[in-house]
C-alpha cells in the first residue's frame, strides 16, 4: 500500500476518532452521547482498509490513526477521555483487524459485521469505564447506548460496506 493510499485512510481515522471524542462529551440524553453516532465509523475504515490491502495494512491504519488522534483529542478533550480513547481504539481495532482477517472468505457481510461487533464490545467497555468512571456521569447507561448503537451501526453500514467491495473487486 503506497504512501499516498495510506494517506487518505489516516486521515479519515484521525478525523472519526477526534470528532466522535470531542463528541462523546455532549450527551443526547441518559442512554447516548453525539460521540456513539460518529465512532462506528472507524470500523467501516479499518474493515474497508483490511478487505482491500490486507491485515498489515489495516493494522498500520489503527496505529498511525492512534497515534495521531490521542494526540489531537489530547488538546481537543480532556486528558482522561484521549487516554481512554486511545486504549479502548487500539485494543479494539486490531481486534477488529484479527477477527476480520480469521472470516475475510466467509460471506461478504460475515467478517465486517463479527469484527466490528466484538471489536465495539471491547471499545465500549474500556473506553467508558477509564473516562467515565468515578465521575458521577451516567456512563454505564451511556455505554449500553453507545453499544447499541455501534451495533445498529455496524448493520447499517453492512450496505455501503457491500456496495464499496462489490465494485471494486467487480471492476479488478
Known amino acids: 500500500?503506497?504512501?499516498f493510499r495510506t494517506l487518505a485512510p489516516v486521515a479519515a481515522m484521525i478525523a472519526v476518532v477526534v470528532i466522535s471524542n470531542v463528541l462523546v462529551q455532549y450527551p443526547l440524553n441518559d442512554w447516548l452521547t453525539w460521540g456513539a453516532l460518529t465512532y462506528p465509523l472507524a470500523?467501516?475504515?479499518t474493515d474497508l482498509t483490511?478487505?482491500?490491502h490486507g491485515p498489515v495494512a489495516?493494522?498500520?491504519?489503527?496505529?498511525?490513526?492512534f497515534v495521531?488522534?490521542?494526540a489531537i483529542s489530547a488538546g481537543l478533550s480532556t486528558p482522561r477521555i484521549a487516554l481512554a480513547s486511545g486504549a479502548a481504539f487500539l485494543?479494539?481495532?486490531?481486534?477488529?483487524?484479527a477477527v476480520f482477517n480469521r472470516l475475510r472468505q466467509k460471506s461478504w457481510w460475515q467478517a465486517p459485521l463479527a469484527s466490528s461487533v466484538l471489536g465495539s464490545a471491547i471499545d465500549t467497555t474500556l473506553f467508558f469505564s477509564v473516562a467515565f468512571a468515578g465521575s458521577g456521569l451516567p456512563w454505564a447507561s451511556w455505554a449500553a447506548g453507545d453499544f447499541a448503537v455501534k451495533i445498529g451501526m455496524a448493520i447499517l453500514m453492512l450496505a455501503p460496506y457491500g456496495g464499496i467491495v462489490r465494485g471494486r473487486f467487480a471492476r479488478a
Not at 489495516?58 to 490513526?65: E, L, T
Open 1 to 3: 500500500m503506497n504512501r
Open 68 to 70: 495521531f488522534a490521542v
Open 43 to 45: 470500523f467501516f475504515i
Open 50 to 52: 483490511n478487505r482491500a
Open 58 to 65: 489495516a493494522r498500520r491504519i489503527a496505529r498511525w490513526g
Open 91 to 97: 485494543a479494539a481495532q486490531l481486534l477488529d483487524v
